[in-house]
């Protein structure tokens, strides 16, 4: 028997379940909170583009590169304390976040909110496996998948409705209380530990989530810098160094965080690299869309929320319409079609502009969600399938780091991209027209991309206000659409090679053999 606990609240696994899909559901609740609140901390605390960029970048880096050190953490040194330790951290950061008068204490606190986070995805899903068997066990995990699903799909506009009522404070003080109550009721989980728990690669995790951070502190500051700077080369060179080092390391440790030869199969490399080009194409849209409405239409943080539910409800409805369609069409040509909506309603969605109505962007927006809705509901399977059984498990785990990664470069190049696109059309027009009052470029970018024109515009002397309004709302407008092309283009073109990543290679049959019959999942 590999896993020991006392059992003791085998008699309450509705409570169990219950807890651990309340704190599951706060997950992303964090992230979309945390983007329909940036333009009130912008207007607030006017921080620079690259230290509000960290209070969605720090939450998803520690969040992404701690999964899988959590995990180990937990089967060592018992999942329940492990949950406790992160709801403490959650709601203490959630708390102080709320509390902060300076967005480099908001940064910090965000960071370790993605430490809770991870403590706790890791260790509750860890809980509901020892509670639950059989079929339970599947219907628990799926309750957990409909919690991510309401965070995902209802989050912009909750947290939008709490921005416009109470701030954005309010949005950080919210998820602060519901942890709150999610840590009163986690002493009464069960506890177990692994018998047989690996080490913590510390190593890995090490070289790993430096790695990133390098990576995400050069493109959220090479806007700023340059990105022939000095810093921002270096920083480069840092994450390549590191993702070397990484590499050496796991090859050397007989008990790896990352098992690189998995990555020697196609189908299981295809299902890594579909949730980051859905990064690209969906999630980034949830960071900066928000911002883009606010600024630009000039609209509430709720109205945006509302308007995001366009491109964030279809999730809840596609996996169910995916699960009844995988009966006849393949988790290949699904994925495939998911890349096409996704990247084609990027396409679409440059219909986008300053006064357009919400009727003119709903078909984008739902194209989006539609295709990213097919994904959930055959991604994860498809990653698990394609490797042994023995090996699921950190093929799971490998599979979760590589989707948050994922998220964590997407919404940071193309946060950066966008300023730097805004910038360089600002520019242009500031250095032509020279209107009276107007900020830097690259400040009037950051602000404006922030989601605050109107701060940016009360600067500008009365004469010029309106025209230079006009024309900040074009710059930006612009640069939107540029990188929506980019977008799109990236994910249409990642759809071919997916699937021929995903074709089934199976080898000829000899003479004397019969062909197998095995199902594959993904064939």
């Not at 050190?69 to 709320?98: E, Q």
Request: hydrophobic share 55%; with cysteine; charged share 10%.
């Amino acid at each position: 028997m590999s896993d020991k606990g006392s059992g003791a609240s085998a008699s309450r696994p509705t409570l169990t379940l219950i807890t651990v899909c309340v704190a599951g559901g706060l997950l992303p609740l964090s992230l979309t909170g945390s983007s329909m609140a940036l333009p009130g901390i912008n207007a607030d605390l006017e921080p620079s583009l690259a230290a509000l960029q960290w209070v969605v970048n720090a939450y998803n880096l520690l969040f992404a590169s701690l999964m899988l050190a959590a995990g180990s953490l937990a089967d060592r040194l018992g999942r329940r304390r492990m949950f406790v330790i992160g709801s403490v951290l959650f709601a203490t950061a959630s708390a102080v976040s709320a509390a902060a008068g300076q967005i480099i204490v908001i940064d910090i606190a965000r960071a370790l909110a993605g430490v809770g986070a991870a403590a706790v995805l890791t260790s509750g899903s860890a809980i509901l496996a020892q509670t639950f068997q059989g079929p339970a066990l599947g219907k628990a995990f799926g309750a957990l998948g409909t919690s991510f699903g309401f965070g995902l799909a209802f989050g912009p506009f909750l947290s939008g409705l709490l921005v416009s009522v109470g701030g954005w404070r309010a949005v950080f003080a919210v998820h602060a209380g519901v942890s709150v109550l999610v840590l009163l009721v986690s002493r009464l989980l069960p506890e177990s530990r692994s018998a047989v728990a690996s080490r913590v690669d510390w190593l890995g995790t090490i070289t790993f989530s430096g790695s990133l951070l390098a990576f995400v502190l050069a493109v959220v500051q090479a806007p700023q810098i340059g990105w022939t700077d000095p810093v921002t080369l270096v920083l480069f060179g840092v994450c390549a160094l590191l993702m070397v080092a990484f590499v050496v390391a796991e090859r050397r440790q007989p008990a790896p965080m990352f098992d690189l030869s998995l990555f020697r199969q196609s189908k299981y490399v295809a299902a890594c690299l579909v949730p980051v080009a859905l990064a690209f194409g969906f999630v980034t849209l949830l960071v900066l869309l928000p911002s883009y409405l606010i600024s630009v239409d000039g609209v509430s943080a709720q109205r945006a929320g509302i308007t995001l539910l366009l491109l964030t409800a279809p999730t809840l409805v596609m996996p169910s319409v995916a699960g009844y369609l995988s009966r006849w069409v393949s988790a290949r040509v699904l994925l495939v079609v998911t890349l096409l909506l996704v990247g084609g309603g990027a396409a679409w969605l440059t219909v986008i502009d300053r006064g357009v109505g919400v009727l003119a962007i709903a078909g984008p927006l739902l194209t989006i969600g539609a295709g990213m809705g097919i994904s959930l509901a055959i991604l994860d399977a498809t990653a698990v399938g394609s490797v042994e059984p023995e090996r699921a498990g950190m093929a799971a785990g490998m599979f979760n780091t590589m989707r948050l990664s994922g998220e964590v470069v997407a919404i940071a190049t193309m946060g950066s991209v966008l300023a730097g696109l805004t910038t360089s059309r600002l520019a242009e027009g500031i250095g032509a027209y020279q209107p009276a009052g107007a900020p830097p470029a690259s400040e009037a970018a950051g602000q404006i991309v922030s989601g605050d024109l109107a701060a940016v515009a009360g600067q500008v002397a009365e004469p010029s206000r309106a025209a230079f309004v006009d024309f900040a709302a074009g710059a930006y407008s612009d640069g939107f659409h540029t990188a929506l092309w980019v977008l799109a283009i990236a994910t249409v073109l990642a759809a071919p090679v997916i699937g021929i990543l995903l074709r089934d290679r199976k080898p000829a049959a000899r003479p004397a053999e019969q062909p197998s019959r095995r199902l594959d999942p993904v064939a």
